[in-house]
């Protein structure tokens, strides 16, 4: 059972308009997110983060919002850029655990 | 700011023999390190959890005696790939923690492209 769900394989945006990517989740024990963006053959890259304690938060151009009652978090990106192009993944964790849970990711597409 | 080095990016090896692959944190220390592999058009899959002077934990699935980890310091996890075939050939990145606690985010590796003929 996936507890951490991008529903959304593939994105495609306008540079310069928002990309908003989404994730789900269903372990309810989940206390800290976390976005990474990935490019082809490296390792993901930390973007942000938010603990359950806060609903949003936003550094430069990425802003992240949290929905606890509908288990829902997003990533804003805005403006978009081509070189925001890459692999998002939503990762998740929770109870004190080291592990983190991710998302299958969602591929976004910024056109010039 | 933190850096995790992983080594080689690409190997490729015939079928039967051993891989290693070498996961080092450049600028701090790291009790706990994390095996990853990803398969096409999937999630990170964690493979096992390094544990620097202990044995590593495995996750369900994954089979521990072909997939050798050895943390011998608190900078260095190695995973060797034993007797590795077709099958094996994947995307495996290792990542680390700067901070003891569960709310800060894991640095990864550039990862290493393995592909078994």
């Known amino acids: 059972d996936q507890q951490v769900k991008q529903n959304s394989p593939s994105l495609s945006v306008q540079e310069g308009r928002i990309s908003i990517l989404n994730c789900d989740y269903t372990?309810?024990?989940?206390?800290?997110f976390l976005w990474y963006k990935k490019y082809p053959a490296e390792g993901p890259t930390f973007l942000i983060s938010?603990?359950?304690?806060?609903d949003k938060n936003e550094d430069g151009r990425f802003t992240v919002f949290l929905n606890k009652s509908a288990k829902h978090l997003s990533l804003h990106i805005v403006p978009s850029q081509p070189g925001d192009s890459a692999v998002y993944f939503c990762?998740?964790?929770?109870?004190?655990?080291?592990?983190?849970?991710f998302g299958k990711g969602t591929k976004l597409s910024v056109i010039p | 700011g933190a850096v995790v080095s992983q080594h080689p990016s690409w190997v490729i090896c015939k079928s039967g023999t051993s891989v290693k692959i070498e996961c080092r944190s450049l600028?701090?220390?790291?009790?706990?390190m994390f095996w990853y592999r990803q398969f096409p058009k999937k999630s990170l899959m964690l493979m096992a959890t390094s544990n620097e002077g202990s044995k590593a934990t495995y996750e369900q699935g994954v089979e521990k005696d072909k997939f050798l980890i050895n943390h011998a310091s608190l900078t260095l996890s190695t995973l060797t790939v034993t007797s590795a075939h077709p099958e094996d050939s994947s995307f495996y990145i290792c990542?680390?923690?700067?901070?003891?606690?569960?709310?800060?985010?894991?640095?990864f590796g550039n990862g290493t492209r393995l592909t078994v003929t």
């Open positions: 990762a998740a964790s929770g109870a004190g655990s080291y592990q983190l849970t």
């Open positions: 990542s680390a923690r700067t901070g003891g606690v569960s709310s800060s985010p894991l640095h």
């Open positions: 600028d701090f220390q790291a009790t706990t």
């Open positions: 938010i603990s359950s304690i806060k």
């Open positions: 372990n309810s024990m989940f206390d800290y």
